[in-house]
């Protein structure tokens, strides 16, 4: 994937359609700056809102990844690459997403051990101390638990290892409420109705 060619060609598409970058900006719910960062090939749109702005741009998912108009000859060979393109992209983000939640759950039980630690240490000369850090300590953890499995929620899908279907649970206390080892949670698959170990997969297919 050329970045650099991908975005010349939504500067071209957006000026075509008589668009500045703060207009194009504002439609889609960014900042100018990432509109301009695409348009200088230093990043690419974030996936959720590719879509809205091929509508804008009044071209194609194929033509944005290539990065120029698709005649119809090639567009079967092109769209097939750009699939896996995007695939491989998803996966990626989704990655990302669920280390960061890994990380994130380190530093919140370590941070959590240490303020109960301390608290306990001063306990005998500061009781308030104590009570203030050990309070913080569980909120830390709680707080991390709740944003924890929203990621989890959000990035990827489970299967069902019954009928093989990958989704994403409707609600995030059917997530919040499972149990689980890692991300592989026990939920109720919404296609087949079996109860079972969910593995958490990156990709849809
Ligand atoms: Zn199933």
């Not at 703060?22 to 996936?47: F, H, Q």
């Not at 033509?63 to 996966?91: C, D, V």
């Not at 489970?158 to 919040?176: A, M, Q």
Request: aromatic share 6%.
């Amino acid at each position: 994937m050329d970045q650099m060619k991908i975005g010349k060609f939504i500067s071209a598409c957006r000026k075509e359609q008589g668009l500045t970058q703060a207009v194009l900006a504002e439609k889609l719910g960014v900042s100018d700056r990432a509109v301009s960062k695409w348009e200088n090939g230093k990043n690419m749109p974030d996936v959720s809102i590719i879509p809205e702005l091929c509508a804008l741009l009044k071209i194609d998912l194929n033509e944005l990844f290539a990065g120029e108009r698709i005649s119809m000859e090639n567009y079967k060979e092109t769209a097939e690459k750009n699939m896996l393109e995007m695939r491989k992209q998803e996966e990626a983000a989704n990655k990302r997403l669920l280390n960061a939640e890994r990380i994130m759950g380190n530093i919140a039980i370590i941070a959590s051990l240490i303020m109960v630690t301390a608290g306990l240490l001063v306990a005998e000369s500061h009781p308030i101390v104590t009570i203030v850090l050990c309070a913080a300590g569980g909120l830390l953890v709680i707080i991390y638990a709740f944003y924890g499995v929203k990621i989890e929620h959000d990035a990827g899908y489970y299967e069902c290892p019954e009928c093989g279907e990958r989704y994403v649970p409707d609600s995030y206390w059917k997530v919040v409420f499972a149990p689980h080892v890692d991300t592989t949670r026990r939920m109720t698959c919404p296609k087949c109705g079996k109860r079972a170990w969910q593995k958490k997969v990156l990709t849809k297919k």
